[in-house]
C-alpha cells in the first residue's frame, strides 16, 4: 500500500509537469513565432536561427535529367538516383540505397565521416543501370541533403555552425561541407559536382512541393525535429541581396533550438539536458525528437523504481544506462493493446532486464509512454501552429474570401512510424485551429521526400540550366 501511494505520488508529479493544456500551447506559439521575427531581423539573441536557404525557388514539375542525391543527417544516410521527364513524366526512375552510419564515425574526424560518405556513394554510382542518363560530356550532379543547422552562402555552399542530434566531430565546425565532400569524392576517383546544399526541412518542402501546389511547410519529426517553411523576401529585415524575382524564400527556422519559460520542462528534462552532448542547446527538440522521447521515459521508470519500487527492491542495473530504452521500443510498448500487454511485457524483459512484470506495472508503463508521448507530439503540433500562424494561414481571411488550401509536408521516422504520436499531432493541430480553419488543412506524409527534393533543387540549380 505504501509502494502504490508512492507510485501514484511520482506518477502525479509527473502529469503535473509535463502538462500541455491547450492555453499553454497558444502561448508557446505566441513565443515561437516572435522567436522567428527576431530571427528574421538577425537579432543576435535570437533562438531561432531563421537560416536563409538559397532557395526562392521551388520545383516546379518541369526538371529533367539525372539526378544524385545524398542525405545526411542522424543514424542513417541514405543515396538516391533518380532520372527526372519533366512536366510529362515526371519521376521516370529512381533508386536509393540506406547506410546506417557506423556509431565510432558520428564521434570520430570530420575525414573519416566524409570519406565513408563518399566511397559509398562512388559503390552506388558505380551500379548506375541503362534507364539512367546522363548526356554525353556531363559532370553528374548531386544535390547533398544536410541536416544539422549551416550558415548557407550560396545555394551550393556553406559553413557548419554545430552538430546536434548525438554527433560531436572535431574539425567540422566553421568548415563549408560541400568543400569536405568533394574533396573526398575526389579522394574517391568520383567525378560528381554538388549544385545543392540543402538542409532535409528544405528537401522535405521542395519534394513535398513537386507533388503538391499547395505545400508551404516542412516539418521533421526524426531523429531530430526541425521546420522549414516560404517566407516573403521583403519580411526578412536581414536579408541585404536583391529581392528574388519570385518574392520569396525557403527559411530553415532550425526551430529545434526553441526556448521558452512556457516550455514544460520536467526535473527529467532538465537532467537529460544536463547529462547530454549539448546541455543548454536543443530545448524544443530535447522534447520533441525520437533520439528522446525514449530516455525520457527510462529516466522516469527509474525514478519509479528508485523511489516507489517499481521493479521490486533492487534498482534493475540495466535501467541506469542513458539511451537504453530507445524510441522505437517505446512506441512499440505504447502501441500494445492485447489483454495482457504481452509484447510491453517482453520489451521490459528485454530492454529493463526484469522478467515477469505484473499487470499493474505494465499499465503504468503504458501510462508514461503516453503521458510522454503526447507532451512531445502537441508541443510539435503548437511548432506547426505557429509556423500558420506567422504565414497568416491559422485562421479565417478576415476579408471573407475562402480560406486557402494549405499543407504541411512532414517526414521522419517518428511521424512515421509512431502513430499515436501522429494522430495526437494531428488532433492537437485542429483543436488550435478551429473547425473551419483546420478544414482547408493536410498534414501530409512526405516519404523520403527531402531526397528527392535535394535531387529537384540539383536540377534546377543544374551547371548546365
Ligand atoms: P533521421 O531523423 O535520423 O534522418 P529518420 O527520419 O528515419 O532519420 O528517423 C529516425 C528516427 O525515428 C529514429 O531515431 C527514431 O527515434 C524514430 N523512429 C523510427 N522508427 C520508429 C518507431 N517505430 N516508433 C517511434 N519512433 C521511431
Ligand atoms: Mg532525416
Same mark, same amino acid.
Given at each position: 500500500?505504501?509502494?502504490?501511494?508512492?507510485?501514484?505520488?511520482?506518477? $502525479?508529479?509527473?502529469?503535473?509537469?509535463?502538462?500541455?493544456?491547450?492555453?499553454?500551447?497558444?502561448?508557446?506559439?505566441?513565443?515561437?513565432?516572435?522567436?522567428? $521575427?527576431?530571427?528574421?531581423?538577425?537579432?543576435?539573441?535570437?533562438?531561432?536561427?531563421?537560416?536563409?536557404?538559397?532557395?526562392?525557388?521551388?520545383?516546379?514539375?518541369?526538371?529533367?535529367?539525372?539526378?544524385?542525391?545524398?542525405?545526411?543527417?542522424?543514424?542513417?544516410?541514405?543515396? @538516391?538516383?533518380?532520372?527526372?521527364?519533366?512536366?510529362?513524366?515526371?519521376? *521516370?526512375?529512381?533508386?536509393?540505397?540506406?547506410?546506417?552510419?557506423?556509431?565510432?564515425?558520428?564521434?570520430?574526424?570530420?575525414?573519416?565521416? =566524409?570519406? =565513408?560518405?563518399?566511397?559509398?556513394?562512388?559503390? =552506388?554510382?558505380?551500379?548506375?543501370?541503362?534507364?539512367?542518363?546522363?548526356?554525353?560530356?556531363?559532370?553528374?550532379?548531386?544535390?547533398?541533403?544536410?541536416?544539422?543547422? *549551416?550558415?548557407?552562402?550560396?545555394?551550393?555552399?556553406?559553413?557548419?555552425?554545430?552538430?546536434?542530434?548525438?554527433?560531436?566531430?572535431?574539425?567540422?565546425?566553421?568548415?563549408? *561541407?560541400?568543400?569536405?565532400?568533394?574533396?573526398?569524392?575526389?579522394?574517391?576517383?568520383?567525378?560528381?559536382?554538388?549544385?545543392?546544399?540543402?538542409?532535409?526541412?528544405?528537401?522535405?518542402?521542395?519534394?513535398?512541393?513537386?507533388?503538391?501546389?499547395?505545400?508551404?511547410?516542412?516539418?521533421? @519529426?526524426?531523429?531530430?525535429?526541425?521546420?522549414?517553411?516560404?517566407?516573403?523576401?521583403?519580411?526578412?529585415?536581414?536579408?541585404?541581396?536583391?529581392?528574388?524575382?519570385?518574392?520569396?524564400?525557403?527559411?530553415?527556422?532550425?526551430?529545434?533550438?526553441?526556448?521558452?519559460?512556457?516550455?514544460?520542462?520536467?526535473?527529467? &528534462?532538465?537532467?537529460?539536458?544536463?547529462?547530454? @552532448?549539448?546541455?543548454?542547446?536543443?530545448?524544443?527538440?530535447?522534447?520533441?525528437?525520437?533520439?528522446?522521447?525514449?530516455?525520457?521515459?527510462?529516466?522516469?521508470?527509474?525514478?519509479?523504481?528508485?523511489?516507489?519500487?517499481?521493479?521490486?527492491?533492487? *534498482?534493475?542495473?540495466?535501467?541506469?544506462?542513458?539511451?537504453?530504452?530507445?524510441?522505437?521500443?517505446?512506441?512499440?510498448?505504447?502501441?500494445?493493446?492485447?489483454?495482457?500487454?504481452?509484447?510491453?511485457?517482453?520489451?521490459?524483459?528485454?530492454?529493463?532486464?526484469?522478467?515477469?512484470?505484473?499487470?499493474?506495472?505494465?499499465?503504468?508503463?503504458?501510462?508514461?509512454? &503516453?503521458?510522454?508521448?503526447?507532451?512531445?507530439?502537441?508541443?510539435?503540433?503548437?511548432?506547426?501552429?505557429?509556423?500558420?500562424?506567422?504565414?497568416?494561414?491559422?485562421?479565417?481571411?478576415?476579408?471573407?474570401?475562402?480560406?486557402?488550401?494549405?499543407?504541411?509536408?512532414?517526414?521522419?521516422?517518428?511521424?512515421?512510424?509512431?502513430?499515436? =504520436?501522429?494522430?495526437?499531432? $494531428?488532433?492537437? @493541430?485542429?483543436?488550435?485551429?478551429? $473547425?473551419?480553419?483546420?478544414?482547408?488543412?493536410?498534414?501530409?506524409?512526405?516519404?523520403?521526400?527531402?531526397?528527392?527534393?535535394?535531387?529537384?533543387?540539383?536540377?534546377?540549380?543544374?551547371?548546365?540550366?
Amino acid at each position: 500500500a505504501e509502494r502504490k501511494k508512492k507510485v501514484a505520488a511520482v506518477i $502525479e508529479e509527473v502529469e503535473r509537469t509535463l502538462a500541455t493544456p491547450t492555453a499553454l500551447l497558444r502561448g508557446i506559439s505566441d513565443a515561437l513565432v516572435l522567436e522567428m $521575427e527576431r530571427g528574421l531581423r538577425g537579432d543576435i539573441h535570437s533562438q531561432l536561427k531563421m537560416l536563409i536557404s538559397y532557395v526562392d525557388n521551388l520545383p516546379t514539375g518541369d526538371e529533367h535529367g539525372l539526378f544524385y542525391a545524398l542525405d545526411l543527417g542522424g543514424t542513417n544516410f541514405r543515396v @538516391l538516383r533518380v532520372q527526372l521527364g519533366g512536366r510529362e513524366k515526371r519521376v *521516370v526512375k529512381q533508386q536509393y540505397e540506406e547506410v546506417s552510419i557506423p556509431p565510432h564515425l558520428m564521434i570520430g574526424t570530420s575525414l573519416e565521416l =566524409f570519406d =565513408f560518405i563518399a566511397a559509398v556513394l562512388a559503390k =552506388f554510382v558505380d551500379t548506375e543501370g541503362d534507364e539512367y542518363h546522363l548526356p554525353v560530356g556531363r559532370q553528374r550532379e548531386l544535390g547533398f541533403t544536410f541536416s544539422f543547422p *549551416v550558415n548557407q552562402l550560396s545555394i551550393s555552399s556553406g559553413t557548419l555552425i554545430k552538430w546536434t542530434k548525438g554527433f560531436s566531430i572535431n574539425g567540422t565546425v566553421g568548415e563549408d *561541407v560541400v568543400a569536405e565532400l568533394s574533396k573526398a569524392m575526389e579522394r574517391q576517383g568520383l567525378d560528381m559536382k554538388v549544385t545543392a546544399l540543402v538542409n532535409d526541412t528544405v528537401g522535405t518542402l521542395a519534394g513535398g512541393r513537386y507533388m503538391d501546389n499547395d505545400v508551404v511547410a516542412a516539418v521533421i @519529426l526524426g531523429t531530430g525535429t526541425n521546420a522549414a517553411y516560404v517566407e516573403h523576401a521583403n519580411a526578412i529585415p536581414k536579408w541585404t541581396g536583391l529581392l528574388p524575382k519570385s518574392g520569396n524564400m525557403v527559411i530553415n527556422t532550425e526551430w529545434g533550438s526553441f526556448k521558452s519559460d512556457k516550455l514544460p520542462l520536467s526535473e527529467y &528534462d532538465k537532467a537529460l539536458d544536463f547529462e547530454s @552532448l549539448n546541455p543548454g542547446e536543443q530545448i524544443y527538440e530535447k522534447l520533441i525528437s525520437g533520439m528522446y522521447l525514449g530516455e525520457i521515459v527510462r529516466r522516469i521508470l527509474l525514478k519509479l523504481a528508485h523511489d516507489a519500487a517499481l521493479f521490486g527492491d533492487v *534498482v534493475p542495473a540495466k535501467l541506469e544506462l542513458p539511451f537504453v530504452l530507445r524510441t522505437p521500443d517505446m512506441s512499440a510498448m505504447h502501441h500494445d493493446a492485447s489483454h495482457d500487454l504481452k509484447i510491453l511485457g517482453s520489451k521490459l524483459k528485454d530492454i529493463v532486464g526484469v522478467a515477469d512484470t505484473s499487470l499493474e506495472v505494465r499499465y503504468i508503463t503504458r501510462h508514461i509512454c &503516453d503521458i510522454v508521448a503526447e507532451r512531445g507530439a502537441r508541443l510539435a503540433a503548437a511548432g506547426i501552429y505557429g509556423i500558420l500562424k506567422k504565414l497568416g494561414r491559422d485562421k479565417v481571411p478576415a476579408d471573407g474570401s475562402p480560406m486557402p488550401r494549405t499543407v504541411v509536408a512532414l517526414d521522419g521516422g517518428l511521424y512515421e512510424h509512431y502513430k499515436k =504520436f501522429s494522430s495526437c499531432l $494531428e488532433a492537437t @493541430l485542429s483543436d488550435l485551429l478551429g $473547425e473551419e480553419a483546420s478544414s482547408s488543412l493536410v498534414a501530409k506524409l512526405a516519404n523520403d521526400g527531402s531526397g528527392i527534393g535535394a535531387a529537384l533543387l540539383a536540377a534546377s540549380h543544374s551547371q548546365y540550366a
